[in-house]
Nanobody, 118 residues
Framework: QVQLVESGGGLVQPGGSLRLSCAAS????????MGWYRQAPGKQRELVAG???????NYANSVKGRFTISRDNAKNTVFLQMNNLKPEDTAVYYC????????????WGQGTQVTVSS
């Protein structure tokens, strides 16, 4: 069992930056692929970025070059650095854990709101 708690969301102006954190507890964090999904109002939940235990990453095309996912296995934490934010990035961001990169998530956090608006 893995418990995930996100933090770092908030209100930011277009072009600004935010850094999301996800702290994991419970099972062995380092064996799981970690990732971030987001869900905007009226839209389906979509993959934002994922990272394998060894550090391989994947990103949605819409965030490539702007977002960076990273992890610190010693601190059981995964991060999402978001730069050059756009209004269309507004959503609830969810941390998740999967057995392998690209697989369906098994565990989810409660979500953190990111709002990009002037």
């Amino acid at each position: 069992q893995v418990q995930l708690v996100e933090s770092g969301g908030g209100l930011v102006q277009p072009g600004g930056s935010l850094r999301l954190s996800c702290a994991a507890s419970g099972s062995i964090f380092s064996i799981y692929a970690m990732g971030w999904y987001r869900q905007a109002p009226g839209k389906q939940r979509e993959l934002v970025a994922g990272i394998s235990p060894g550090g391989s990453t994947n990103y949605a095309n819409s965030v490539k070059g702007r977002f960076t996912i990273s992890r610190d296995n010693a601190k059981n934490t995964v991060f999402l650095q978001m730069n050059n934010l756009k209004p269309e990035d507004t959503a609830v961001y969810y941390c998740n854990a999967a057995r392998f990169l690209g697989f369906e998530p098994i565990y989810w956090g409660q979500g953190t709101q990111v709002t990009v608006s002037s």
